[in-house]
C-alpha cells in the first residue's frame, strides 16, 4: 500500500538511528514506561499503544502501561506528557487530532512543534464517505448529481465538529461543489450506527469502520482520502482518482516524548519499535483493525506535523471550520 505524500516523509531517515546505539541508551529502561493515549480505549492510538507496548515490554524486560486519558480532544493526556520529566518514561501515542485543534480552537496550552519531542511515524488510516443504501450513492459523480437536483437535502454525519473527518468532507464539498449539511456527532461510532440505520444520508468516518458494512450492503462507498486505494477496501477508488486532486488526507499515528528528550535514547526507542512493526504477528493485528504500519523518524514526523498544521489551518479558515 502506497501512501505517497506520508512516504515522501518517511522516506527522510536519520543515519544516527541506523548506527551504534550509545551507553546512556543501553541502559533504558531501567525501569517502566508509560504511554499515555490522549483518547478512550478502542481506537485507532489505544490498539497501537497496546500492541507496541505488549512487544516492547518483552523486549525491554520492562513493564509497558498505556495510561489512557481522554478529554478536551487529546489535549488533557497530550499536556500530561509535556509537563512530564524529559527521560523517556513518559511517551504520547498521539493522532493527527493534534495538528486539527489549533485551526479549531486557536491557541493550546502547548505548542505541537516545540514542547514535545517527535519519535517516530507509526501508522495510518484513511477516511471514507459512504452512503446509506437507499440513496443509491455509490461513487463522487452519483453524488454530485444527486445534490444538483436535491441541493437542500443532504446531510451527513462526521465524527465531531474539527475533526479530520469532518475536514475532509468540507474539502470534498469545496472541490466537487456537493452541498451536505454538517451533522456533527461525539465520535464515530454513532456517526457510523445512524448512517447504516438511515438517519442520515451520508457519513464521513475512518474508513475501518466502514469496511464490514460494504460487505453486508448496507452502506455503499463514495470514495477515500488517500491518494492510493485502502487495504480493506480495494474495491473503492479515492478521490483523486474521482478527480479531485489533491486530496490526500488520512489519520496518521505518531509516538512522541517531553520535549529536550536526549537523541540516544529517541534512537533507542526508534529502532526497537521499528523491530516491533516489521513482525508479522503486529502487522496482521494492526491491519485487522484498520491501522496500516508506516515507519518514518522523528524528522519526518516533526515536517508532516509542521505541513497539516498550516494544511489545517488554511481549509479551517477557506471552510470557516470553528471549534463548537
Same mark, same amino acid.
Given at each position: ?80 506528557? /509535556?509537563? =512530564?520529566?524529559?527521560? @523517556? %518514561? ?6 493527527? #487530532?493534534? $495538528? !486539527?485543534?489549533?485551526? +479549531? ?72 461543489? /456537493?452541498? =451536505?449539511?454538517?451533522? @456533527? %456527532? ?6 457510523? #450506527?445512524? $448512517? !447504516?440505520?438511515?438517519? +442520515? ?89 484498520? $491501522? ?33
Amino acid at each position: 500500500m502506497k501512501f505517497p505524500r506520508l512516504l515522501a516523509l518517511a522516506a527522510v531517515m536519520s543515519l544516527s538511528c541506523l548506527g551504534a546505539t550509545p551507553a546512556l541508551a543501553q541502559d533504558y529502561p531501567s525501569r517502566a514506561v508509560r504511554v499515555i493515549v490522549p483518547y478512550g480505549t478502542g481506537g485507532g492510538s489505544d490498539i497501537l499503544a497496546r500492541q507496541i507496548g505488549a512487544r516492547l515490554q518483552a523486549i525491554w524486560g520492562q513493564g509497558v502501561a498505556v495510561d489512557n486519558r481522554a478529554g478536551a480532544s487529546g489535549n488533557i493526556g497530550t499536556e500530561a506528557v /509535556v509537563h =512530564a520529566p524529559p527521560d @523517556g %518514561y513518559t511517551l504520547l501515542l498521539q493522532n493527527s #487530532t493534534m $495538528v !486539527v485543534n489549533p485551526a +479549531v480552537n486557536g491557541k493550546l496550552n502547548y505548542d505541537p512543534e516545540k514542547d514535545l519531542t517527535p519519535i517516530m511515524l507509526l501508522g495510518l488510516t484513511p477516511i471514507a464517505l459512504v452512503s446509506h443504501q437507499s440513496t443509491n450513492i455509490k461513487n463522487l459523480k452519483e453524488l454530485v448529481a444527486y445534490s444538483k437536483a436535491n441541493p437542500t437535502a443532504l446531510n451527513y454525519g462526521s465524527c465531531g465538529v474539527g475533526t479530520p473527518q469532518h475536514f475532509v468532507m468540507e474539502l470534498v464539498k469545496q472541490k466537487s461543489g /456537493v452541498a =451536505a449539511t454538517n451533522v @456533527g %456527532y461525539k465520535g464515530c461510532a454513532p456517526a457510523l #450506527t445512524d $448512517v !447504516v440505520g438511515g438517519q +442520515v444520508q451520508l457519513a464521513i468516518l475512518s474508513a475501518n469502520l466502514a469496511a464490514p458494512h460494504l460487505k453486508t450492503g448496507k452502506l455503499n462507498a463514495i470514495g477515500v482520502s488517500t491518494a492510493a486505494r485502502y487495504q480493506l477496501m480495494p474495491q473503492v477508488p479515492t478521490f483523486e482518482e474521482q478527480g479531485l486532486k489533491p486530496l490526500d488526507f488520512s489519520i496518521w499515528y505518531a509516538l512522541m516524548g517531553p520535549a529536550k528528550m536526549k537523541p540516544e535514547v529517541v534512537a533507542k526507542i526508534y529502532a526497537d519499535v521499528q523491530k516491533v512493526l516489521a513482525e508479522p504477528a503486529v502487522k496482521e493485528n494492526l491491519s485487522g483493525a484498520g $491501522v496500516e504500519p508506516l515507519s518514518g523518524n522523528g524528522v519526518a514526523l516533526s515536517k508532516l506535523i509542521k505541513a497539516d498544521l498550516a494544511r489545517y489551518a488554511q481549509l479551517a479558515k477557506s471552510a470557516n471550520i470553528k471549534g463548537e
